[in-house]
């Protein structure tokens, strides 16, 4: 895990969240308490457990993507789950525990790319002479009519990507495929025990050298590392590192006053997740691990329930508490114009593609921001993903007629242009078509 300070963690996540400093402040915290945790004894270690998160707040604030991006700023495995989906256990839903197992199976693949990218240059030094040999053996020349250097330069020119798009002929293994055994079921583990019993199949295939090279990077580099030094190191990731977000909190909620069916139902699955969050040992097809140390961060909008709703021994296991704000015209205008990753900037990149040269002019992006503050308050609050409602509205004509003219192509977005095509919007103007 790096080392981060809260101040610098927020300041990484200012690049990519607009607003919710209270929400940044806390989880930054969170990720602090872990690293300071790491420099302590093991036996004072072992009594510090995290202090979970729960964010209250309406939807498109920001508050997945803000426990996302701290992951990746860490690196460390994440997963997100829906607490709705555990009501349906028995038709199509999930034990309970699938959570943990995902994680497990999260870390590992996060561990096992980290080895890979380590090895792959050795892995694509032996791809590219095996690519080499082939295409030499295609190419059935005897040694008289063989060019000097032959084989070196081929090689090098495939090292350079220049036979990329070349067909070859090559023995590939056959993915085996999945056994259903339960219907619905995906985390008893017994299909990926069936799948290691069957025997691998190989078979002639045709394909370019790219796909060629990326199946024996794969395979070389599985060679190259220790399979089980990367599921050890998975399982320690998981259990000390592993952030597991639960969305849609408030939906298993009990209304007060009320002990109809479905809120019985309700508190049953606060019950299955509280001895998850308290701390238990699961059993996965890697061991065993425990979910003491791993961070829970909750979320919900609460519109109908409140936190307080939930059974009071979920709650003491969610001891920070932070309530987002409503987005309003002057967040909506910095989402549009600063992230990283902002809608704007998407949109321009996209439609380069097809030679538009696309801009916003400030006027036009503030223009958007008061229509969409104006829009979630007459209608569903639906935060920040309204801005995607309206950009689809906004440029369905400019991106439908793109890729017609093969010369760039400048289209620039005023405040009139905003006028010009959402005009109706202003005035009660129906975008139900491009609700998300």
């Avoid at 996540?13 to 400093?21: A, E, R, S, V, W």
């Amino acid at each position: 895990m790096e080392m981060l300070t809260p101040r610098q963690i927020v300041a990484e996540l200012d690049k990519y969240i607009i607003g919710q400093d209270k929400a940044k402040r806390a989880v930054a915290v969170a990720l602090r308490n872990r690293y300071r945790r790491s420099k302590l004894p093991a036996d004072l270690a072992e009594d510090v457990t995290p202090k979970n998160i729960i964010l209250k707040g309406p939807t498109g604030v920001g508050k997945t993507e803000l426990a996302r991006r701290i992951a990746k700023l860490v690196k460390a495995p994440f997963v997100k789950v829906e607490a709705t989906k555990y009501t349906e256990v028995g038709y199509v839903g999930r034990d309970v525990e699938s959570m943990i197992r995902d994680l497990v199976e999260t870390s590992i693949r996060l561990v096992k790319d980290e080895k890979f990218e380590k090895v792959k240059s050795q892995a694509e030094n032996v791809a590219n002479t095996k690519i080499r040999d082939i295409i030499y053996a295609k190419a059935k020349m005897t040694k008289s009519e063989e060019p000097e250097n032959y084989r070196d330069v081929l090689l090098q020119e495939i090292a350079e990507h220049k036979h990329d798009d070349e067909i070859i002929e090559m023995e590939v293994v056959d993915a085996p495929k999945a056994i259903e055994i339960i219907p619905g079921n995906q985390d008893s583990g017994i299909t990926e025990m069936l799948s290691g019993f069957m025997p691998k199949r190989k078979r002639i295939r045709k394909i370019s050298v790219k796909q060629a090279r990326n199946i024996i990077v794969d395979e070389e580099s599985s060679k190259l590392i220790d399979m089980d030094a990367v599921q050890e190191e998975g399982m320690r990731r998981a259990e000390q590192e592993g952030i597991i977000f639960i969305d849609e909190i408030d939906k298993i909620a009990m209304s007060r006053g009320n002990n109809s069916g479905a809120d019985v139902s309700r508190e049953g699955v606060q019950r299955d997740i509280l001895p998850f969050v308290e701390g238990c040992t699961v059993s996965t097809k890697y061991g065993i691990i425990k979910t003491d140390y791993i961070l829970f961060i909750a979320a919900g909008a609460f519109h109908v329930s409140n936190i307080e709703d939930l059974i009071p021994e979920l709650q003491g296991r969610f001891p920070v508490r932070v309530e987002l704000d409503n987005l309003t015209s002057k967040e909506f205008y910095k989402i549009l114009s600063q992230p990283k990753n902002a809608i704007t900037k998407q949109q321009i990149e996209l439609l380069k593609v097809d030679n538009i040269n696309l801009s916003f002019d400030d006027e036009a992006l503030q223009q958007i921001a008061d229509i969409a503050e104006m829009e979630n308050e007459s209608n569903e609050n639906i935060g920040a993903r309204r801005l995607y409602t309206i950009m689809e509205a906004l440029l369905e004509e400019v991106s439908f007629d793109a890729g017609e003219s093969h010369p760039m192509v400048d289209v620039k977005v005023t405040k009139q242009f905003v006028l010009k095509v959402l005009g109706n919007t202003i005035k009660n103007y129906d975008m139900s078509k491009y609700i998300m």
